[in-house]
């Protein structure tokens, strides 16, 4: 982890948590999956949550330490399946968490990745030198 250096690293070092991001992280080359917006030049498709919203309140340091990450998915089908259970009850949440489902090839120079939960999701610290824009590839709205 020593030779990557982290976006948005100052804010990560105010979560009060001495492990964040987390130790275990690990480098992949994979393909991955992510709620965007369908217009691919909207910004909070390339941002993670407490990015977007800085003032955001969390119930806890790990939580903030984990909203600097990307969220991704191993698959169409847990993205989707994770997006309905959201927004089910929630409508208005797709201005939030967006409409749209994109695919991208993830390479190890974008940053370390947490371990891949059940729900097949995963979060990505991302290093200085990655950028994703025109990367994402739209597949299906949401």
Request: charged share 15%; glycine share 4%; with cysteine.
């Amino acid at each position: 982890m020593a030779s990557f250096q982290f976006k948005y690293a100052a804010a990560i070092q105010r979560c009060s948590l001495p492990n964040c991001p987390p130790s275990n992280l690990t480098t992949h080359s994979e393909t991955a999956y992510r709620w965007i917006f369908s217009d691919l030049s909207h910004n909070n498709n390339y941002l993670p949550p407490a990015a977007i919203n800085p003032s955001r309140k969390f119930k806890d340091a790990k939580e903030h330490c984990d909203h600097y990450a990307l969220s991704f998915f191993t698959s169409q089908n847990h993205a989707q399946s994770r997006y309905q259970s959201l927004i089910g009850p929630r409508p208005n949440l797709r201005k939030q968490l967006g409409d749209a489902l994109a695919i991208v090839t993830l390479t190890p120079q974008d940053g370390l990745r947490s371990r891949i939960s059940q729900a097949g999701h995963f979060n990505l610290f991302e290093d200085t030198s990655c950028n994703l824009t025109g990367r994402l590839t739209w597949i299906c709205n949401l």
